[in-house]
């Protein structure tokens, strides 16, 4: 099972922009789709943002479209998340796994994902 290590994070006004990173372990991914969830305190894990590994397609949450952009490197085996404009209930820790539904609005994680430390983002005046 491909595990990522997940960075970026920090402490952001309300407005701001943030770039999360995370790497792959595994080297061929063809047939994965990736996907950005996030954890805020008290409440489960939830899907943000996903993107299939070979065609490059995408879905968001409601919450964050218009706002964050997901996009992967296939030579380096990364997957980005650009997060502008964000809010306070942005705030969580973000993971990255892979998904077992991704679209028409839904961002599911798959049930094998090990999931890693996350990265931290804190939106706060």
């Known amino acids: 099972q491909v595990q990522f290590v997940e960075s970026g994070g920090g402490l952001v006004q309300p407005g701001g922009s943030l770039r999360l990173s995370c790497a792959a372990s595994?080297?061929?991914?063809?047939?994965?789709?990736i996907g950005w969830f996030r954890q805020a305190p008290g409440k489960e894990r939830g899907g943000v943002s996903c993107i299939n590994w070979v065609d490059g397609r995408t879905e968001y949450v409601n919450s964050v479209k218009g706002r964050f952009t997901i996009s992967r490197d296939n030579v380096k085996n990364t997957v980005s998340l650009q997060m502008n404009n964000l809010r306070p209930g942005d705030t969580g820790v973000y993971y990255c796994g892979t998904t077992r539904r991704c679209g028409r609005g839904l961002v599911e994680a798959s049930m094998y994902n090990i999931w890693g430390q996350g990265t931290q983002v804190t939106v706060s005046s």
């Open positions: 595994a080297s061929n991914l063809d047939s994965t789709t």
